[in-house]
């Protein structure tokens, strides 16, 4: 077995693990009334649910770092010898699912010493710098190897060596066994569950994990957007936040166009999750509120003649919407690496499923937004926010604009992947001041009360400010910080004389227009030195954010958090 060193020391790692600043987002436990309701069908497939997405998240430990596992077992062997050391670290592995992460403060945290964090994380060879991938890359595809190189740039293969060339390997060969007893439970699930459709979803799934082929992912994919009214909820999440090589690939002109003359799309590399929970009957309602309004929302887009979009203005709406109480969130999916996805629509516009008319689906997570320590959230609006707008903050409106979040994902033009390294920048940008520019709107359609407004625009403003600047690899935050610098510069808030916020409603949703309209732009023209120019011009940690992230330092030392699942615990070991 191969022997670590641990990277953090016993202070470092008594402080991390403490609860000041380790936060806990508690899932359902055997005795909630969620699963205690279940009928005894729905119960018995949970399990086999639970057990496919712990198998995902060992795929997915492999995908992220290649000594994941091996660090794992020596953790384990470790904690067997009484050794404290690795028993805090396993704390900290347990919560971020894996050796190398960021914390909340935009810290690099890596566990094992000497293990860091590269570009192509572990789907791509390790020693594979950015400037070799595009050599091998052109004398690959100069050499005639075009179908070769279209499988080391599918987003579902792992990246080897083989020799003095690349070689893409699809997921499902690579990780057969694993992909396989996924399928086992499954098809078992299949069999369990009381409900039709996501029956058949799950056996589509089953298929498509044993075989190398994505029209089978395509199928399922189309399948589990329909899925409405069901009382369960699984999803194999596949996502590319975490790659930083294949996107490089617009860097160089050279490589661009011969891609570009070969009909090769890159695609950044999935990683993949496991989501398991319980369908939530009365805040699915909730979001179901919004679906009639998303024709009118794509007619509104800026520029939409420019572009097809995922939602039609005259047909009905491929979109299903659903509110889930948390069961178990494995993988890419529940990594809590300075924050965690609180909901996500999928699948991605990369996706072959909607190609072939599939539609979309929005699951939310509810434990994960739940806000367990009220005191706390009072004494940061004492310390950040004007005390004439306390009244306007209200932690359920950030849920509200989530809901257009996730929703504007849904619009806007298809097939960004030449903004490279900064799609992901641009299309959560996008999201962000798409939910907020469409607030007025929704407001006068009925969607939100004039004091929901209001609620909405301060509570986004307010929860805009981050406690450090961010690194570029994290698109959430990087976003974050360029909304905050355009609302200042336009004159959405000011520091008061106390250095307090205080929001210039009025002027918040106009702003967000004209933001909205900008990025809009960047993604119909495709141009990676536009999108890297707006970046740049935008992504600036402002005095106004120190001051504030200087406060809300103070009021929270939270750095990271950690998932308790005893539910999930409890249905692995049966």
């Not at 953790?75 to 050794?83: A, M, V, Y």
């Not at 020693?127 to 599918?154: A, P, Q, R």
Request: with cysteine.
């Amino acid at each position: 077995m191969k022997t670590f060193e641990f990277n953090l020391s016993m202070e470092e790692l008594e402080k991390r693990t403490n609860k000041e600043y380790l936060t806990t987002k508690n899932f359902l436990k055997t005795d909630s009334p969620e699963y205690v309701a279940l009928k005894d069908g729905d119960k018995q497939a949970l399990k086999h649910l639970v057990k496919a997405a712990s198998v995902i998240e060992k795929i997915n430990m492999q995908l992220d770092c290649k000594y994941n596992l091996n660090f794992k077992t020596f953790l384990e062997e470790e904690i067997k010898k009484n050794n404290k050391q690795a028993e805090l670290t396993k704390i900290l592995f347990d919560a971020q699912k894996g050796i190398n992460a960021i914390d909340s403060m935009s810290n690099t945290i890596n566990l094992a010493k000497g293990i860091k964090e590269t570009p192509g994380k572990g789907v791509y060879p390790e020693d594979l710098s950015k400037e070799e991938f595009h050599i091998i890359l052109t004398k690959m595809i100069k050499d005639g190897k075009i179908n070769e190189v279209k499988n080391i740039l599918t987003q579902r293969s792992v990246v080897i060596r083989d020799k003095d060339i690349l070689k893409g390997i699809d997921y499902t060969d690579y990780f057969k066994e694993d992909f396989s007893n996924i399928a086992k439970e499954l098809e078992q699930a299949s069999k369990l569950s009381t409900n039709e459709e996501f029956n058949k979803y799950l056996k589509l799934q089953a298929k498509a994990l044993q075989s190398a082929d994505p029209m089978l992912d395509a199928y399922a994919d189309k399948q589990w957007a329909t899925l409405q009214d069901t009382p369960l909820e699984f999803t194999i999440t596949r996502e590319n936040y975490e790659d930083e090589l294949t996107g490089t690939i617009f860097e160089n002109k050279e490589l661009a166009n011969l891609l570009k003359e070969n009909n090769i799309s890159p695609i950044p590399k999935d990683f993949l999750g496991g989501r398991v929970g319980i369908v939530n009957k009365e805040g699915t309602k909730t979001l179901l509120r919004i679906k009639d309004f998303l024709p009118i929302l794509a007619k509104n887009m800026p520029y939409n003649n420019e572009y097809v979009q995922n939602i039609s203005c005259e047909q009905d709406t491929k979109q299903t919407m659903v509110d889930v109480d948390m069961v178990y969130a494995s993988g890419d999916c529940g990594a809590y690496r300075g924050g965690i996805t609180l909901a996500e629509n999928l699948p991605n516009s990369d996706k072959l499923s909607l190609t072939i008319g599939g539609g979309l689906r929005n699951v939310y997570h509810r434990q994960i937004r739940f806000i367990s320590d009220k005191e706390k959230l009072q004494k940061m609006l004492d310390e950040i926010l004007d005390k004439s707008q306390h009244q306007y903050y209200l932690d359920e409106a950030d849920h509200w604009f989530t809901i257009g979040h996730e929703n504007l994902h849904s619009l806007g033009p298809k097939g960004n992947e030449k903004l490279g390294k900064y799609l992901n920048i641009i299309e959560e940008n996008k999201a962000d001041m798409g939910s907020l520019a469409f607030v007025d709107l929704l407001t006068e359609l009925g969607m939100y009360t004039q004091e929901q407004r209001k609620q909405i625009i301060v509570t986004f403003i307010t929860d805009n400010f981050l406690k450090s600047k961010p690194t570029l690899s994290q698109a959430h935050r990087v976003r974050t910080v360029m909304q905050n610098k355009y609302m200042f510069d336009n004159g959405g808030y000011k520091l008061t004389e106390d250095n307090k916020i205080f929001v210039n409603i009025e002027k918040i949703v106009p702003i967000a227009k004209q933001m909205f309209a900008e990025i809009i732009r960047i993604q119909i023209d495709g141009k990676i030195e536009q999108a890297q120019k707006y970046i740049e011009k935008n992504f600036v940690w402002t005095t106004q954010m120190e001051v504030i992230a200087q406060k809300l330092q103070k009021v929270s030392k939270t750095l990271n958090g950690k998932l308790e699942t005893p539910l999930a615990d409890f249905l692995l070991e049966k």
